[in-house]
C-alpha cells in the first residue's frame, strides 16, 4: 500500500501499531494507550476493521452531535472543496458569509459578529484576547472544575488536573470556587456562590478584571447545571462591576442540552459565547467566537491583534452551514430536549436499582453517572483524578460489549448523538444497566 492509499486496508492492530509507534496521543502516558481502531461510522455506531461495531455513546468528544455520515454535511464539503478548498483569512467567501449571517440568528440576544478559529482552545484563546483589548483590563476570573482547552491561555484557565503539568501558565487567571463541590458536600445556592464570587471580585479589584470565563453547564468536569437563579444572578453582578461574561458553550452548544446553547435556558445572554465541536459536528475542524455588537464595535477603529491561517476556513464554514441545516430540518434541538427526558427517565432507573450509583444528572443529551463505594458516605468508587479496579473493569466490559463511553474517575457519560432514537438508547442502556454489577459488588 503506498503512503496516499488511505483507504482502510490495513487490520484494526495494523492500525493501532503504526498509530502508537509513530503518533503520540493526547494526555497520556504512552505504554498506557489502547485506541480502539477505527474505519466507518454511520449514525449512532461506528466500527473497527475487523467489524466489530459500537454504540458511540459519547458522540466520539461530545461532538459529533448528528450523528456520523450524514450524506448532507458530506456533500456540502464535497462541493466546496471541488470549488474552493482555501482562502485566506483576508478574503471574503461565500461559506463564511452565510455561516456568520446563520450564527447571528440562531446565537443569543445580539450576539452578532463571529471569529472563526479551528476549534475551540483557540475559540476561549482568542475570546480572553477580545475581553483584554475591549476593557483595557488584564484578569480573567475562571472556575475550578472547568476545561477551556488545552492551548496557553486556555489551559491556564481550566481549573482539572491537566493544567497542573503546564503551570504557572498565562499571568492574571483568577480561579474561584465552581458551586458545586463534590458529592460529599453538594452544590451552593446561587445566592451563596455568587457571595462568595463577589468578595473575590472585591478581593482582586473589579476594575482589573476583564471577563469571567465559565462553562454555562460544566462538561467534563461533571456535567453541573448552574443551581437556580446563578446565571441571572451572575449575568446581574458582572454588569455591575463592568466584568464581561465570557460562556463557554464549546460542548454544551448546539442543541447538546435541548437548546442552541445552554445559555437560552436561563434567558441570558453573554458578551461572548465560544463555540466548536457541535458547530460542524466534527466533519471538519472548526470553532468559532461570537461577540455582542456593542463589543465588537470597539474593533472598529482598533486593530484586532488576533489571527490564524486557517480562520474562516471555507471547508470548515461550509461544514457547519450544512451542519446547522441538518439540526433545522431534523428537529434535532427540539428532539434533545424529548429524548433527554427518555433518557432522565433511563439515568432515574438506574439510579433506583443500583446502590453504587450515587448521583445521576443531566440536561437533553448531556449525561452523567457518578459512582460511589457507599451512599450514605458518598465515597466515590475512585479518588478525584484517579481510578480503581472497579472503574477500569466497568471500562473494560463497556468495550467488550460494544458501548463506546467516557470513563473518568468515578463516572462515565451518556452522550450520545442527538439522533438517537429510544429503542438505540434502551439498547446503550440495557449494557449500562449489566456492566454496574461490577461497580455494586465494590459497594459497603
Ligand atoms: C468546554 C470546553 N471548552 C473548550 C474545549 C476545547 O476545545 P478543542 O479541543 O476543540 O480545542 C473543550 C474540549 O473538550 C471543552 O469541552
Keep these: 500500500m503506498s503512503a496516499t492509499d488511505t483507504k482502510a486496508t490495513m487490520t484494526g492492530p ?53 450523528g456520523h455520515g450524514d450524506p448532507r454535511v458530506i456533500k456540502a464539503i464535497q462541493d466546496q472543496a471541488a470549488t474552493l478548498a482555501y482562502a485566506n483569512p483576508f478574503m471574503a467567501t461565500e461559506a463564511r458569509a452565510r455561516l456568520a449571517q446563520k450564527l447571528a440568528e440562531i446565537s443569543p440576544g445580539d450576539i452578532d459578529v463571529f471569529f472563526f478559529t479551528n476549534g475551540g482552545a483557540e475559540a476561549n484563546e482568542n475570546a480572553i484576547r477580545i475581553a ?50 463534590g458529592l460529599k458536600r453538594g452544590t451552593d445556592t446561587a445566592e451563596h456562590a455568587l457571595a462568595e464570587l463577589e468578595e473575590i471580585i472585591m478581593l482582586e479589584g473589579p476594575q482589573t478584571i476583564a471577563a469571567f470565563l465559565l462553562e454555562t453547564v460544566t462538561g467534563t468536569n461533571g456535567i453541573h447545571v448552574p443551581p437556580p437563579g446563578y446565571l441571572e444572578g451572575l449575568r446581574a453582578l458582572l454588569d455591575k462591576h463592568g466584568i464581561l461574561m465570557i460562556a463557554d458553550e464549546v460542548m454544551s452548544g448546539f442543541g447538546r442540552t435541548g437548546a442552541w446553547f445552554a445559555v437560552d435556558h436561563w434567558n441570558v445572554v453573554p458578551d461572548i459565547l465560544t463555540m466548536a ?33 486557517y480562520n474562516s476556513h471555507p471547508l470548515g464554514c461550509a461544514a457547519a452551514l450544512a451542519t446547522i441545516a441538518v439540526y433545522e430540518e431534523d428537529k434535532l434541538i427540539e428532539r434533545a430536549k424529548t429524548m433527554g427526558a427518555v433518557m432522565r427517565k433511563m439515568l432515574e432507573d438506574l439510579k433506583a436499582k443500583h446502590p453504587s450509583v450515587g448521583d445521576v ?47 473518568r474517575w468515578n463516572t462515565f457519560f451518556t452522550n450520545p448523538p442527538l439522533c438517537i432514537t429510544e429503542a438505540e438508547l434502551a439498547e446503550a442502556f440495557a449494557i449500562i444497566d449489566r456492566s454496574l454489577a461490577i461497580t455494586d459488588k465494590g459497594c459497603s
Design 14 to 66: 495494523e492500525m493501532v501499531a503504526l498509530s502508537k509507534q509513530h503518533s503520540l496521543y493526547e494526555w497520556s502516558a504512552q505504554a498506557h494507550v489502547d485506541p480502539i481502531p477505527v474505519s466507518k461510522a454511520k449514525g449512532i455506531y461506528f466500527w473497527t476493521p475487523e467489524g466489530k461495531r459500537f454504540i458511540d455513546f459519547n458522540s466520539q468528544l461530545m461532538c459529533v452531535n448528528i
Design 277 to 309: 465541536k457541535g458547530l460542524t459536528s466534527a466533519y471538519v475542524a472548526l470553532g468559532a467566537v461570537g461577540i455582542r455588537r456593542k463589543l465588537a464595535d470597539h474593533f472598529k477603529d482598533k486593530v484586532y491583534y488576533g489571527g490564524l491561517t
Design 132 to 181: 483584554r483589548l475591549a476593557t483595557g483590563r488584564h484578569k480573567i476570573l475562571a472556575r475550578y472544575r472547568s476545561y477551556h482547552g488545552g492551548t496557553g491561555a486556555s489551559l491556564t484557565a481550566t481549573g482539572d488536573p491537566r493544567r497542573w503539568a503546564m503551570e504557572p501558565g498565562m499571568p492574571g487567571i483568577i480561579h474561584v470556587p465552581h458551586p458545586h463541590h
Design 361 to 407: 444528572r443531566s440536561i437533553g443529551l448531556f449525561g452523567i453517572v457518578e459512582l460511589v463505594r457507599n451512599r450514605s458516605t458518598m465515597e466515590p468508587m475512585a479518588p478525584f483524578n484517579g481510578s480503581s479496579p472497579e472503574m477500569q473493569a466497568l471500562g473494560k466490559f463497556f468495550r467488550e460489549e460494544g458501548l463506546y463511553t467516557f470513563v
